[in-house]
């Protein structure tokens, strides 16, 4: 899939077939995520595959926001060290790594956002790390409506040389 066919068509997916991620389709989402530029380098980023169906149930006790994740065949917990940047670092992996699963016909969804140390406890991430979001994935369990989004137009959020002058 091209890269803005990915970026045009991703949308958050929720509800999951009981069907496994294949390990090569995982490695390439991980791949996407540590490839990912960062500010000075640093990495701060750290990845948790987590599979097990008991674990991912607990997860989804534990992440108020996103039950769905105990249904989910897999996730990716991001964990990162408290650095300036590491939430913007983070965050671009994250959305490498969505956009990757997406372009493998594997849909995923960010959950959660901080204040997740019951998840950190779980798996073992170490008291100095900060568990920034959940990503769980699989194959999504609904026909969706790839790239039907609901956005505002150019002329309403982007501008041309000076705030007011749309860009359309």
């Known amino acids: 899939m ?3 066919d990915a970026i045009r068509t991703l949308l958050a997916v929720r509800r999951y077939q009981d069907r496994p991620v294949p390990e090569d389709a995982i490695r390439r989402v991980l791949e996407a995520g540590r490839l990912t530029a960062s500010a000075v380098n ?3 980023w750290h990845f948790v ?3 097990d169906r008991d674990t991912l149930r607990q997860i989804g006790t534990l992440v108020s926001s996103a039950p769905y994740i105990a249904q989910a065949p897999m996730a990716i917990v991001v964990a990162v060290e408290r650095t300036p940047w ?6 671009r992996a ?4 969505l956009l990757t699963a997406w372009s493998e016909g594997i849909g995923g969804n960010w959950s959660g956002f901080g204040g997740m140390d019951g998840v950190g406890g779980l798996l073992g991430i170490p008291a100095e790390l900060d568990v920034l979001a959940v990503l769980p994935l699989g194959y999504p369990a609904d026909a969706i409506g790839r790239g039907e989004k609901n956005r505002k137009p ?4 982007d501008h041309r040389e000076r705030w007011g002058r749309p860009f359309a």
Do not use: N
């Not at 590491?86 to 965050?91: C, E, F, L, Q, R």
């Not at 994250?94 to 790594?97: E, F, H, L, R």
């Open 154 to 157: 150019l002329d309403q959020g």
């Open 86 to 91: 590491a939430v913007s670092d983070a965050s």
């Open 49 to 51: 595959v987590v599979q």
């Open 94 to 97: 994250i959305q490498s790594m």
């Open 42 to 44: 640093k990495q701060p």
């Open 2 to 4: 091209d890269v803005f």
